[in-house]
């Protein structure tokens, strides 16, 4: 389409490495999904307000980072996806000692690793998690029994206007799986967390720990979003799956896992719709035999 060849060449201009017709299926943890019309890698903060305060004026925007949590639609996407990839992954820890500054498209085991070498404690129930920086804030990530919003002190963003914004404490509005940014089109760039000072041993004995039990309960030899969905009030999702006798349902190359129930893993070459066919069976069989409502935990880029 026109308008989009007219991205392009503004991009080119402005020296803004872009690709036309992007197979989103290589930017998502599950490797499913079409293309997108123009995939941008923007290399500083200075080109994403470019691309926020010009581009959006033309074609609908998405921020992805290490696509952990997402699902792309086969069809693709009629517009410009903006990738915070290696440009956007420094990790630093700031001059009190205590906060780790990582960029949006660092992964969070890059932050893990970042704060074991300084004797930083807080950041070990994230090890392991496979997503970024900035996308683990928007949803709040966490696992065996801590959340980001633990140790995040601020987060900073550029707006619609391609304005740089800072978010801090209370206004952060976390809760589980939410953040102030959920649902909103803001493009996370920082993330400063708020950590203390611990036995470098003992953190490493931790994060060991937890990449254990990773390694021995869930499938991660097979491309997933990780856990699937949101843990439902007075119960485990997995745990009602498993109840329901759904381990090793396929729909397509789309499965319920038999290593983790709460996982939904491409064992193939399982199409978007695979994977939100299944979604909807598991969903409507729990909903039948137990009464819960699983709430998806994914997002679908639409």
Not at 43 to 64: G, T
Not at 155 to 175: I, M, P, T, W, Y
Not at 232 to 246: D, K, R, S, T, V
């Amino acid at each position: 389409m026109e308008k989009f060849e007219t991205i392009l060449k503004m991009c080119a201009e402005q020296g803004i490495s872009c690709i036309p017709q992007a197979p989103m299926k290589e930017y998502t943890s599950f490797h499913i999904g079409g293309p997108a019309a123009v995939l941008v890698k923007p290399k500083c903060v200075e080109e994403i307000c470019w691309i926020r305060r010009n581009v959006e004026k033309l074609a609908k925007v998405w921020f992805v980072g290490k696509g952990s949590n997402l699902l792309i639609p086969d069809e693709g996407l009629e517009g410009v996806v903006v990738v915070l990839g290696p440009e956007f992954s420094d990790v630093r820890v700031d001059r009190d000692g205590f906060t780790l500054v990582c960029e949006a498209g660092a992964p969070l085991m890059k932050a893990c690793r970042e704060a074991l070498e300084h004797g930083l404690t807080g950041l070990e129930f994230a090890w392991g998690i496979p997503g970024s920086v900035g996308g683990g804030a928007y949803m709040n990530a966490g696992a065996y029994g801590g959340e980001l919003k633990d140790v995040i002190a601020w987060c900073e963003h550029v707006d619609q206007k391609g304005n740089l914004c800072r978010v801090e404490g209370n206004a952060l509005d976390f809760s589980y799986r939410h953040s102030f940014y959920t649902g909103k089109n803001l493009c996370i760039i920082r993330v400063g967390f708020r950590l203390e000072k611990g036995d470098p041993q003992q953190i490493r004995a931790r994060m060991d720990e937890l990449m254990t039990r990773r390694k021995e309960k869930q499938p991660l030899e097979f491309p997933s979003a990780g856990s699937t969905f949101k843990r439902p009030e007075g119960a485990y999702a997995a745990a009602l799956i498993e109840q329901c006798g759904l381990k090793g349902v396929r729909v397509g190359d789309a499965m319920v896992s038999e290593k983790h129930s709460g996982f939904l893993i491409n064992v193939g070459n399982a199409t978007c719709a695979d994977v939100q066919e299944l979604i909807r069976q598991v969903q409507e069989k729990v909903w039948q035999k137990t009464g819960f409502r699983l709430e998806c935990e994914v997002g679908t880029l639409k």
